[in-house]
């Protein structure tokens, strides 16, 4: 099994025990309540399928599962009152964990995220991450955390050959005005294995198309489902 070792962003940050977590121990909320079944929203009854089973939801769907425990995440070490003046968006962040969270420029031709302030902001992550040779990081917003009031910008970086933090800038959704709770996610790390990849194509006819969607259709639509959880590869961050 491969490590990947945190280095700490100095002791400061350690007095909450805020160390970072598998994606999986940081699931939403949201994505926990969901029935697994769909129901109907006026009278709360199953609705059933094609085949007179119960019909899945959206929760029933391992990829989505799947990258909800995928990788890790580093949480927010402090409560962050966020608030607008005259437009503009500011963050108060306690003063022990003042290099955390700050605004910054503006940053010029950057594509600012639709419903999002222009001004930015930046984490300055309170860990660093260290990867066996040959593998790099993804640094992303955590995925699906839809509930979540900003936007982190994304980045790769090779952990192989550096492993000390650096600014993280991200947006606030306009109009959010209050309090992101001490261990928020705001950051998920997913390792990846560096590998040299070369593309190649192949074309389907409409009858070939078909009979791929209907062997694929007979393997994986069954009664109850579940066939694809049974043969995905599984894959462990602890």
Known sequence: MNKIIFHSNGIKFLKNDNYPEPASKNIPEWYMKANKYITNPITGDLVLDEYGGRAPSFKSCPAILDILNTGYVLKTPCDLFFSERNGFPYVNTPSEYKDFCQSR??????????????????WYPDWG??????????????????????????????????????????????????????????????????????????????????????????????????????IM??????
């Open 105 to 122: 420029d503006i940053m010029p031709e950057f594509k600012i995220p639709e419903g999002y302030y222009e001004n930015a902001f930046h």
């Open 129 to 230: 991450v260290e990867l066996p040779d040959g593998y790099s990081a993804m640094y992303i917003q955590p995925l699906n955390h839809y509930n979540l009031p900003f936007l982190t910008t994304s980045g790769i970086i090779d952990n192989d050959k550096v492993n000390t933090p650096g600014l993280l800038p991200f947006f606030l959704r306009k109009g959010f005005s209050g309090i992101l709770p001490a261990h928020t996610p705001y950051i998920q790390i997913i390792p990846f294995k560096k590998e040299d990849w070369q593309a190649e194509f192949k074309l389907y006819d409409e009858k070939k198309t078909s009979e791929r969607f209907l062997k694929s259709s007979n393997l994986f639509r069954v009664p109850g489902g579940g066939v694809y959880k049974k």
């Open 233 to 238: 590869s599984r894959k462990k961050y602890v």
